[in-house]
């Protein structure tokens, strides 16, 4: 035998729709069955309704989700006023309904959860920020309704939260705030309703140690970078490892970028990362020529040196960086300078068998060949341990002297060179091709 209803209290009310329809003020059948009073009633609802012994449940929670997704402000007051939908409920995804009503840019329902139902503005989600590169999508695990707006550009929901004293200086779990995430994604409305506003702070930082400021310069985002430039913004703010912005766009290569922090913004260009690494020494590593140029006109210390004592230069011929040499050169940079253990820059290329970079240190800026290091090792010592057998007829041909005896083990280079008789030919086509007189050491051997 089926249960009586329970007779139900109501009120009217005007739908979207325009028709006066009865309201529930409670609904009461036995088991947390739920059922119509009256078949005008919302039809999002309508359907979620079945009379009769195989009524089942309405999804309570999951049609508030589904009524903040289609802006349904009837259907979102009738659910939490009359239904007693939790507005605080998660969909299969984690998101609340705030979180829904901002995602879909649905304002009635935003409002209406913000100052009438008094939901969390600062409950947590995860969301899921994709991309048209699989590398660059991501998963965000404890977003707040105003990040997520601040991602999406969505003005009228930044400002609604803020009204609703939403934290805009609040960070994810990897520390972005509103302001770091819309100056990431270059949101120019959001960014300046946060700043003149807000008045979010231009220093705050994620826990990488990157400000708005260093987030709008690694994607280019030069109004944003002018908005918060204008805001006082710290221009040579340096993240964790010590990595300012000029040095970031150095090394990702953006003229553009770098000419405008240094003669718009005036960036430091002596700048250096926690392991003393100059501006200048990261242009001359990544073999950016025309960064070199701009920096050597802010009149940077061309014989800056890191922690190891390597200066510009010496970093440029590690990664046998022609053009950064090149330029470098130009510059007047120092051949002759050493590193903590003394080596020079003809040494490390010797070392490291970069007969181009040798070429260019030897015969174009007049490196001396018989320097000596700490230990008394000169570069045709360091070719030669290393079986460098092109590198040493170079050497020779600019007149090497194999006498030499390094400290450490006393021997001379006599030993290698008596060896080039045994090498390959196609060790000795960079030696030809500069046009080396191979004769000359053929006869000391």
């Given amino acids: 035998m089926l249960p009586t209803k329970r007779k139900l209290r109501s009120r009217a009310f005007t739908s979207s729709d325009g028709m006066k329809h009865k309201k529930l003020n409670h609904i009461g059948v036995p088991g947390g069955r739920l059922q119509l009073q009256s078949p005008k009633i919302h039809?999002?609802?309508?359907?979620?309704?079945?009379?009769?012994?195989?009524?089942?449940?309405?999804?309570?929670?999951?049609?508030?989700?589904?009524?903040?997704?289609?802006?349904?402000?009837?259907?979102?007051?009738?659910?939490?006023?009359?239904?007693?939908?939790?507005?605080?409920?998660?969909?299969?995804?984690?998101?609340?309904?705030?979180?829904?009503?901002?995602?879909?840019?649905?304002?009635?329902?935003?409002?209406?959860?913000l100052f009438t139902a008094k939901a969390n503005v600062e409950a947590r989600f995860p969301f899921f920020e994709f991309s048209?590169?699989?590398?660059?999508?991501?998963?965000?695990?404890?977003?707040?309704?105003?990040?997520l707006a601040a991602r999406i550009q969505n003005i009228i929901a930044c400002r609604l939260l803020v009204y609703a004293r939403a934290d805009f200086e609040a960070g994810d779990s990897e520390g972005f705030t509103p302001l770091i995430v819309a100056s990431q994604h270059g949101s120019k409305s959001v960014v300046r309703?946060?700043?003149?506003?807000?008045?979010?702070?231009?220093?705050?930082?994620?826990?990488?140690?990157?400000?708005?400021?260093?987030?709008?310069?690694?994607?280019?985002?030069?109004?944003?970078?002018?908005?918060?430039?204008?805001?006082?913004?710290?221009?040579?703010?340096?993240?964790?490892?010590?990595?300012?912005s000029l040095v970031r766009a150095v090394r990702n290569g953006s003229l553009e970028l770098i000419r405008f922090l240094l003669f718009e913004a005036k960036a430091n260009p002596g700048a250096c990362d926690n392991n003393g690494n100059s501006v200048l020494a990261t242009a001359a590593y990544e073999n950016n020529a025309e960064a070199i140029r701009l920096l050597v006109r802010k009149t940077v210390d061309l014989e800056s040196k890191d922690k190891n004592g390597r200066t510009p230069l010496m970093r440029a011929v590690e990664q046998s960086q022609?053009?950064?040499?090149?330029?470098?050169?130009?510059?007047?940079?120092?051949?002759?300078?050493?590193?903590?253990?003394?080596?020079?820059?003809?040494?490390?290329?010797?070392?490291?068998?970069?007969?181009?970079?040798?070429?260019?240190?030897?015969?174009?800026?007049?490196?001396?060949?018989?320097?000596?290091?700490?230990?008394?090792?000169?570069?045709?010592?360091?070719?030669?341990?290393?079986?460098?057998?092109?590198?040493?007829?170079?050497?020779?041909?600019?007149?090497?002297?194999?006498?030499?005896?390094?400290?450490?083990?006393?021997?001379?280079?006599?030993?290698?060179?008596?060896?080039?008789?045994?090498?390959?030919?196609?060790?000795?086509?960079?030696?030809?091709?500069?046009?080396?007189?191979?004769?000359?050491?053929?006869?000391?051997?």
């Fill in 322 to 445: 022609i053009g950064a040499i090149r330029a470098l050169a130009e510059a007047k940079a120092q051949v002759a300078a050493k590193a903590n253990k003394g080596r020079t820059c003809l040494m490390e290329a010797a070392r490291r068998n970069h007969l181009e970079c040798a070429s260019v240190l030897i015969f174009e800026m007049g490196a001396k060949v018989n320097e000596t290091d700490c230990d008394e090792r000169t570069a045709l010592v360091y070719a030669s341990d290393e079986g460098h057998s092109a590198m040493v007829w170079m050497l020779l041909q600019a007149r090497a002297d194999v006498s030499r005896r390094p400290i450490e083990n006393g021997h001379t280079a006599w030993t290698l060179v008596y060896a080039i008789k045994e090498a390959a030919p196609c060790e000795l086509t960079y030696v030809c091709s500069v046009g080396i007189d191979v004769g000359f050491t053929q006869g000391a051997s």
């Fill in 193 to 244: 309703y946060l700043l003149s506003e807000a008045r979010a702070s231009t220093e705050s930082a994620d826990a990488g140690g990157h400000t708005p400021f260093a987030h709008a310069c690694i994607n280019e985002e030069f109004e944003v970078i002018r908005d918060l430039l204008e805001a006082k913004a710290l221009v040579d703010s340096r993240s964790v490892s010590g990595t300012s």
């Fill in 132 to 147: 048209e590169s699989n590398k660059a999508s991501r998963m965000h695990s404890s977003w707040t309704a105003l990040i």
């Fill in 43 to 113: 039809p999002l609802l309508h359907a979620c309704f079945e009379e009769g012994p195989g009524s089942r449940p309405l999804n309570t929670n999951g049609q508030l989700i589904s009524a903040c997704m289609q802006n349904d402000l009837d259907a979102v007051r009738f659910l939490v006023e009359e239904a007693r939908a939790d507005v605080e409920a998660r969909d299969d995804g984690g998101r609340t309904p705030l979180a829904t009503a901002v995602q879909y840019f649905s304002f009635n329902a935003l409002q209406y959860l």
